[in-house]
């Protein structure tokens, strides 16, 4: 079993950064896939990045390739999202999740474990 927890989102101007970390128990952290979706009041939960188990591979929607980095810390157990260039769509919560499979998905119902998400305000 893995346990998430997302930190570091609040409330930014368009245009400015925001860095989240999720911190994972659990000994097995370098065995996982490593996802990060978002859900904004209304609408669905999406895909936003991934990471491979080793952090060799990324994976971004095309809505934030190029403003947003996934980076990973095995030896810290943590994922982590910087977010450049924020823009007001970029507002949602945003939820770290783990994947068994090693290299990761775009598919929501791949994950197996979610945090409980971190609320991200832009203010345009």
């Known amino acids: 079993q893995v346990q998430l927890v997302e930190s570091g989102g609040g409330l930014v101007q368009a245009g400015g950064s925001l860095r989240l970390s999720c911190a994972a128990s659990?000994?097995?952290?370098?065995?996982?896939?490593m996802g990060w979706f978002r859900q904004a009041p209304g609408k669905e939960r999406e895909f936003v990045a991934a990471?491979?188990?080793?952090?060799?591979?990324?994976y971004y929607a095309d809505s934030v390739k190029g403003r947003f980095t996934c980076s990973r810390d095995n030896a810290k157990n943590t994922v982590y999202l910087q977010m450049n260039s924020l823009k007001p769509e970029d507002t949602a919560v945003y939820y770290c999740a783990a994947d068994r499979t090693l290299y990761g998905s775009r598919n929501v119902s791949e994950y197996d474990y979610w945090g409980q998400g971190t609320q991200v305000t832009v203010s345009s």
């Open positions: 659990g000994r097995t952290f370098s065995s996982y896939a």
């Open positions: 990471i491979s188990w080793g952090g060799g591979s990324t």
